[in-house]
Every structure is written in C-alpha cells, then in structure tokens.
C-alpha cells in the first residue's frame, strides 16, 4: 500500500512542478532504520534554496507551496485512521523524519540551505479541540506543513483536462477517465451542493 500512497504524493509534487527523489526503493521491517531510511521523498525545485519562512497555518494546500524550494516528505497513508494527539504520542516515530540527523543525509543529496519537513497525512482528527491540538502536537515536533490526501486528490483532479491523454501518468490517466464519465467532480462544483440522502 506504500507504493500507492507514495504514488499519489509524487504525482501531486510533479504536478507543481518539483522534481521528486526517493532515496530509497526498499522498504525496512525487521531492523531499526538508518537516518537515509526515514526520507519517504525528496522534493526539489530548480534555482538557489534561500532561506524558509514557515506559514503560520500548518495544514497546507499546494498555495502554501509556492515558497518552498526543498523538502523531506514523510508518508502517513493511514486511510482508515484519523490524526490525533493519541495517534501522535504512540507513534513518535512519525516525527524522525525532523530530526537534524534526517536533515543532514537530505542535505547530502539536496545540498546547502533549507529544508522544510512536510507530513503527508490521511486525515486530521474531526474534533475542534483534538484538531487544534494534533496541528500544536506536529508544529512542536519540527513539521512545517501537513497536506492530507484529501487535499492533494482534490487538487489533482482539477487540474485535469478531460480532453488531454495522460498516458505518461497512470494515475492521471485514471482520474481522468473517472472525471470524464461523471465519477469525480470538481470541488468547486460541490462546494454549495446540499449532501445526498
């Protein structure tokens, strides 16, 4: 299930126009991971990476993404689970991704300068409270942004073009052929739509 959600993030990065790296194709079970290991994927645009001003909002939509040159992208497609403060204290894993030793081995590969840390989430706890707290919980642990699936799905699907062929991206291709007979709509279609019964 990995590959489908790394899938799914990669597209949207080269959507925007980054180019995307994954360190590693293999992934780790039966031994502690080494600090390359905890890079999902590295995310780089060309040009000189200057210096990063974290937005104040920490839940992010591809507008938030328009400063940020570099980046470590860890993956949480949990899609049967939401975000939560619980979620967060018993998995702290989530967070080694941040640390300063990740960043060094992305610097190896990205070169000097900065390098903002995004989580890639299935999605954020319902409850206003919780919700608040989760975002807190992440900025205080080294994220900069948090971009759900939901989110990044969205977006994917309106930037397509029913009329182009996207045969380079099965993916694309895919939503495409859905958006085309009526199975997906634009969210801005549904954005005053009353909800089905």
Excluded at 7 to 36: C, S
Excluded at 85 to 101: D, G, K, M
Excluded at 167 to 186: F, N, V
Aim: aromatic content about 8%; some cysteine; glycine content about 6%.
């Amino acid at each position: 299930m990995a590959s489908v959600n790394e899938w799914i993030v990669r597209e949207y990065f080269e959507t925007l126009g980054f180019f995307v790296i994954q360190p590693n194709k293999h992934q780790v079970v039966a031994r502690h991971k080494h600090d390359v290991e905890e890079i999902d994927l590295l995310i780089t645009r060309p040009g000189q990476a200057g210096v990063f001003n974290s937005p104040k909002e920490v839940v992010w939509n591809s507008g938030n993404l328009a400063d940020v040159q570099r980046a470590v992208v860890s993956i949480r497609g949990w899609h049967t689970d939401r975000f939560s403060p619980a979620t967060l204290r018993q998995n702290p894993e989530i967070f080694r991704f941040t640390e300063l030793s990740v960043i060094q081995e992305a610097r190896k590969i990205l070169g000097p300068g900065s390098i903002v840390r995004i989580l890639c989430v299935s999605d954020l706890t319902a409850t206003a409270d919780l919700y608040d707290e989760t975002l807190a919980m992440m900025r205080k642990n080294g994220v900069d942004g948090v971009l759900s699936f939901r989110t990044m799905l969205l977006e994917l699907i309106d930037h397509l073009d029913t009329v182009k062929n996207y045969e380079k991206s099965d993916l694309l291709q895919i939503l495409r052929i859905l958006k085309t007979y009526d199975l997906l709509k634009d969210s801005q279609m549904e954005l005053f739509e009353g909800r089905k019964k």
